[in-house]
């Protein structure tokens, strides 16, 4: 398989300790850190796979581009999207949904690698949510100056199941509120591996990211990804 672009290799240029605590995962055991009632951060959980997730995140966004979607008020979204599962998070004047096929290709989305749900399951082990099996996985893909405004996961038939959020690359600032916009959302540092899993009584809290600031990261080059694994159907 042919490594993406922003994938480095061990001794090439902008090598850290990445690779060091991918060898040495015992480094990372989850360490979790409560948010709320049904929230949980789980911190480095993706590192040990990281490598293997960009690379298989690579030939998911091969087939199905990353596009700034428009919302149903006619605004275009600063964080390029897509997916991979059984379906896909869309947006366009029609509203929020859930579809089998991506409208741009025209062809059902990408299958969701083992990678993929192996990383997932483990994330919502360590928080307490055993069995989880997602159908869907929508791809954020954040360049600096990009955010994510605060909003509930609503467009799901179960919301009996989890929301599982891996963050790659970038650092970023999560942003977690209460169940009324209002709310004053605490502001939760994100970086590389580290993964956030809300449910239960913090399913339909509303959630963020504050503007990407400007990086380099030895993985992902300029961006951040995020992961939001859900059970859609």
Same mark, same amino acid.
């Given at each position: 398989m042919m490594r993406p672009e922003w994938i480095r290799g061990p001794g090439e240029p902008g090598q850290s300790d990445l690779f060091a605590l991918a060898d040495a995962p015992e480094q990372h055991e989850a360490q979790r850190v409560a948010l709320a009632p049904g929230a949980m951060l789980v911190r480095g959980v993706a590192v040990p796979q990281a490598i293997e997730v960009l690379a298989q995140l690579q030939r998911v966004l091969e087939a199905a581009p990353p596009r700034r979607m428009i919302t149903p008020g006619g605004f275009r979204m600063s964080v390029a999207m897509s997916n991979c599962g059984a379906v896909g998070w869309v947006s366009d004047a029609g509203g929020y949904r859930y579809d089998p096929i991506d409208p741009d290709t025209g062809r059902p989305w990408p299958a969701m690698p083992a990678s993929f749900v192996e990383?997932? !399951? %483990?994330?919502?082990?360590?928080?307490?949510?055993?069995? /989880?099996?997602?159908?869907?996985?929508?791809?954020s893909r954040y360049e600096p100056g990009a955010r994510l405004t605060l909003? !509930?996961? #609503? +467009?799901?038939? +179960?919301? &009996?199941? *989890?929301? @599982? $959020?891996? $963050?790659? &690359?970038?650092?970023? @600032?999560f942003l977690f509120g209460g169940l009324k916009r209002s709310d004053r959302a605490t502001r939760v540092p994100l970086g590389h591996g580290d993964a956030v @899993?809300? &449910? &239960? *009584?913090? =399913?339909? #809290?509303?959630?963020?990211?504050?503007?990407?600031?400007?990086?380099?990261? *030895?993985?992902?080059? =300029?961006? %951040?990804?995020?992961? $939001? /694994? %859900? =059970?859609?159907?």
């Open positions: 990383l997932a !399951q %483990r994330a919502a082990d360590r928080a307490g949510y055993c069995g /989880f099996v997602p159908d869907a996985c929508l791809i909003h !509930q996961d #609503r +467009d799901e038939e +179960d919301f &009996g199941q *989890p929301i @599982v $959020s891996i $963050s790659l &690359g970038l650092p970023a @600032v @899993v809300w &449910g &239960g *009584p913090a =399913r339909l #809290r509303y959630h963020g990211v504050s503007t990407l600031a400007e990086g380099l990261h *030895p993985l992902a080059g =300029r961006f %951040r990804f995020n992961l $939001s /694994f %859900r =059970r859609a159907a």
